[in-house]
């Protein structure tokens, strides 16, 4: 990859530098791991909190729409309820009503990458066919628009270097938790930039929110937006991934000392973080939106039962 980087490394968001940063966090997640930390109800090491516990992310038929009704307010070619979830709760989101509907769902499902490499192990070999020619003819749709003059360059590119980037990482994920130990820690952790570029691919949605805008992000206002949107994302799924011991969770990851100062900071970064970006334009606004839209409104996540 690096030594065609010319080829794809058109992205100032995206580059080979990222993509070696996020697979030398990733191979090294395991590493300085952490004693339990202190909080409220016992000291370092002597935690007396009860066994974490977590919702289920599976659709629950007395709390969650039947899968007609759900597919019917929700559309994908594929019909799968993530990837729903995914498009409409998250990357359409992001371009509110403001882009063409048909430009929004192509760019969602330019994304099909992303979807693969998450849910790999759990979809049937016919979704993961549909996602990939899906996702195919979306790209080819999308540069036609490129050509048309309704998608930008820049725009563009960022979907193929995420992409690129994307096929790659998710490639060499480590979902192997069974070797991970148990329980409420920190690991290695470097920053949140290149968590973010492990987890979960923003341009899907900086690039609607751009075309919604007319605005594009410096590679500063990205690091400061991914920050923002890193602990949107990982506090509301802090319970859950240490109950699944899902160690890319980054807020987890970080985990040293005191419990409940360190959680408590979090919180007060991720509200100052989310209105400083939101002051610097629309597109920073509607990025943040859409995280918080994904959190209340993916039927998987739960978040009634977590409150």
């Known amino acids: 990859m690096s030594s065609n980087e010319d080829e794809w490394n058109s992205s100032v968001l995206f580059t ?12 090294l997640c395991h590493a300085d791991i952490q004693p339990a930390p202190s909080s409220c109800c016992g000291e370092q090491g002597k935690p007396h ?3 974490v516990q977590a919702p289920d992310r599976k659709p629950h038929p007395e709390t969650d729409l039947t899968e007609e009704t759900y597919v019917s307010l929700f559309t994908t070619h594929e019909r799968i309820r993530l990837s729903a979830d995914a498009k409409h709760f998250f990357a359409v989101a992001s371009g509110a009503s403001l882009v063409d509907p048909g430009i929004q769902m192509a760019i969602a499902d330019s994304g099909n990458d992303i979807l693969i490499g998450d849910y790999c192990d759990a979809a049937t070999d016919d979704c993961l066919r549909s996602l990939q020619q899906i996702g195919a003819a979306a790209f080819a749709f999308l540069k036609l628009c490129n050509y048309a003059g309704l998608m930008t360059d820049w725009q563009f590119d960022q979907l193929v270097a995420q992409t690129i980037h994307f096929r790659v990482i998710s490639y060499w994920r480590d979902h192997a938790v069974e070797r991970r130990p148990r329980g409420v820690y920190g690991s290695r952790m470097t920053g949140f930039e290149v968590h973010r570029h492990i987890d979960l691919g923003m341009a899907v949605r900086i690039v609607s929110a751009s075309i919604a805008t007319g605005q594009e992000m410096s590679l500063g206002d990205y690091k400061d937006l991914v920050a923002t949107s890193v602990l949107i994302n990982d506090l509301v799924d802090f319970r859950g ?6 160690r890319e969770n980054v807020v987890l990851r970080g985990i040293r000392g005191s419990l409940c100062s360190y959680l408590d900071g979090l919180i007060s970064a991720c509200i100052g973080g989310a209105a400083n970006t939101t002051r610097r334009g629309k597109i920073f606004a ?4 859409c995280f918080c839209n994904w959190m ?5 996540h739960k978040i009634y039962e977590l409150l």
């Not at 080979?16 to 191979?27: D, H, V, W």
């Not at 509607?286 to 939106?289: A, G, I, Q, S, Y």
């Open 241 to 246: 991934d240490t109950w699944r011991n899902q």
């Open 16 to 27: 080979s530098g990222n993509l070696s940063a996020a697979m030398a966090e990733l191979a």
């Open 286 to 289: 509607l990025m943040n939106m």
């Open 49 to 51: 909190w009860p066994e």
């Open 296 to 300: 209340l409104l993916s039927s998987g």
